[in-house]
């Protein structure tokens, strides 16, 4: 067993270490990887999921404030601020740059800017989302060995 453990958590270094190669995680997500080690073998595996819900909750919550009129820019500013912050800490890189973009166009009070960065977030996250979800299927297989 002791090889498997070592072959899935190979295979799951390789899969981080291509996310940091593209752009889509950076040295952080080592950093809230690490945590686990402090907290519990499950650590990651639940606060991936915890990430996700947190992401789709602010997106649509960004949605519903664009599309009211008139458009409340303090609140847009506010959930973008609160999604660029999710991000950044858990080295979601790409997603966070494109949170960047989402606040030029509330500071500019640019709905269709607002609605075309909020595009570009939800197919970065879609992205992310479904290298996450691999990590998550290979951290619970890596604690299973560990039991």
């Known amino acids: ?3 498997s453990r070592e072959a899935l958590n190979q295979q799951l270094q ?5 996310l940091k190669e593209q752009g889509i995680l950076d040295s952080q997500f080592w950093m809230v990887h690490s945590l686990k080690e402090a907290n519990s ?7 991936i999921p915890m990430f996700c819900h ?5 997106l649509r919550d960004l949605n519903r404030t664009l599309e009211k009129e008139p458009v409340n820019y303090h609140d847009m500013n506010e959930l973008t601020m609160k999604i660029k912050g999710c991000t950044s800490s858990f080295g979601a890189r790409r997603l966070a740059l494109a949170c960047v973009t989402l606040r030029r ?3 500019n ?8 960065a909020l595009n570009g977030i939800r197919q970065e996250y879609q992205t992310l989302r479904s290298s996450l979800d691999r990590i998550v299927e290979l951290e619970r297989r890596i604690v299973s060995h560990q039991a």
């Open 14 to 18: 390789q899969i981080v270490n291509s």
């Open 54 to 58: 947190n992401v789709q909750t602010t």
């Open 109 to 116: 009070k640019n709905k269709d800017g607002c609605g075309s």
């Open 105 to 107: 166009a509330v500071d």
């Open 1 to 3: 067993m002791a090889a």
């Open 41 to 47: 073998p499950f650590f990651l595996a639940e606060l």
